[in-house]
């Protein structure tokens, strides 16, 4: 008798890989708690991300969204497809840096961060260099709005049942002076890279560790009954400061995020980790959901990692056609949502691959 003869199938490579198809292998278990059809679930983070909200309003379930545009901006026909990938008017949060002093900024934990340039005669926020596609009319309209969406981001962390947070990458670009981390390195997306300001850190695991701990305490702070999602992004990485070739870089990111998370998650009985980045990326899954550049995710691979989303943390409530949940925010108007941008979900990191004469 030894005690691995006590363990179930699940945890023997051969029954539980080898011996499977890969659609009908279950990587998550009974998960520590499930989710209730109406409820108000907040995503964030990085560009795979934006596929949970998709797929939520597929099943008839709606996201929970803080932050809606304005009735003067649909009045005027302004462009507002920035508001519909995620909970708030954040775009892109990439790393757990980033997400850390976005939630301290909206707890009133530490003061907003301005860091705005001017560009083509618009005023575009570097925290959200494509999140507000058109920028502003001026420094004024900038920062008023900031302001606004640091609260509309408190509102979803005391009013959402659970918080999804997706993590991409561990290498980031901060301000030497003022501290805060960007979403990309300024100079990408928009603005001007000034190496006295802008400086790169690859975040290590302890350094994700304590984020994921104090995001988890703002979270806690805001909503003591709130619920944390964590996954792992499957999309590698576009381009790397690190050194080293990219598929390395990658693969040390990656790395560092899930061993993050594999240390956290058991610490918290509100905190579950799921397992998207093993779906598409795992060498058992043979390759087979990533498009011909090896890095974007197929619509079919897309579909696979939300279909084990919802089965395992809604079960036959978030089954597809039921009818459709009540909206999780108070009624307003909504734009149209355009499919096809969010199916190719964007990314402000794709800036980091400027053309280059090939070698």
Avoid at 268 to 278: A, I, K
Wanted: glycine share 6%.
């Amino acid at each position: 008798m030894h005690p691995y003869q006590q363990q179930p199938d699940r945890a023997f490579w051969r029954r539980a890989v080898s011996d499977t198809a890969w659609r009908d292998i279950d990587l998550v278990g009974t998960p520590k708690f499930r989710l209730a059809r109406d409820a108000s679930v907040a995503t964030a983070g990085s560009c795979f991300a934006q596929h949970i909200t998709r797929h939520m309003r597929k099943r008839g379930l709606q996201p929970f969204v803080a932050e809606q545009a304005h009735p003067l901006q649909l009045a005027a026909g302004r462009d507002v497809k920035d508001y519909d990938s995620f909970s708030a008017r954040y775009g892109n949060v990439y790393s757990s840096r980033q997400m850390v002093e976005l939630l301290e900024q909206a707890l009133g934990e530490r003061p907003p961060i301005d860091d705005y340039v001017e560009q083509d005669g618009r005023v575009y926020d570097l925290l959200r260099p494509n999140a507000v596609a058109d920028g502003f009319d001026n420094l004024a309209h900038a920062r008023a709005d900031r302001r606004y969406h640091l609260g509309r981001v408190r509102h979803m962390l005391q009013a959402c049942d659970v918080f999804v947070f997706t993590l991409g990458l561990t290498e980031t670009w901060f301000h030497a002076e003022a501290g805060h981390t960007y979403p990309v390195c300024p100079g990408t997306a928009k603005g001007d890279w000034d190496p006295a300001l802008h400086k790169f850190r690859n975040l290590t695991h302890a350094d994700v560790l304590a984020d994921l701990r104090r995001l988890r305490a703002l979270q806690l702070q805001a909503n003591p009954a709130g619920r944390l999602i964590l996954t792992v992004s499957p999309v590698p990485l576009v381009a790397t400061h690190a050194g080293q070739h990219v598929l390395l870089a990658s693969s040390h990111s990656k790395a560092t995020l899930r061993s993050a998370c594999g240390e956290f998650v058991p610490e918290d009985d509100g905190v579950l980790y799921f397992p998207s980045f093993e779906i598409v990326s795992h060498v058992a899954s043979f390759g087979q959901y990533l498009q011909g550049d090896l890095r974007e995710v197929t619509e079919r691979g897309v579909s696979h990692v939300m279909g084990c989303f919802f089965d395992a943390l809604y079960g036959e409530a978030a089954a597809p056609g039921a009818a459709p949940a009540p909206e999780a925010v108070a009624p307003a108007a909504a734009p149209a949502i355009d499919v096809a941008r969010l199916l190719n979900a964007e990314c402000e990191e794709l800036f980091n691959d400027v053309a280059a004469p090939r070698r």
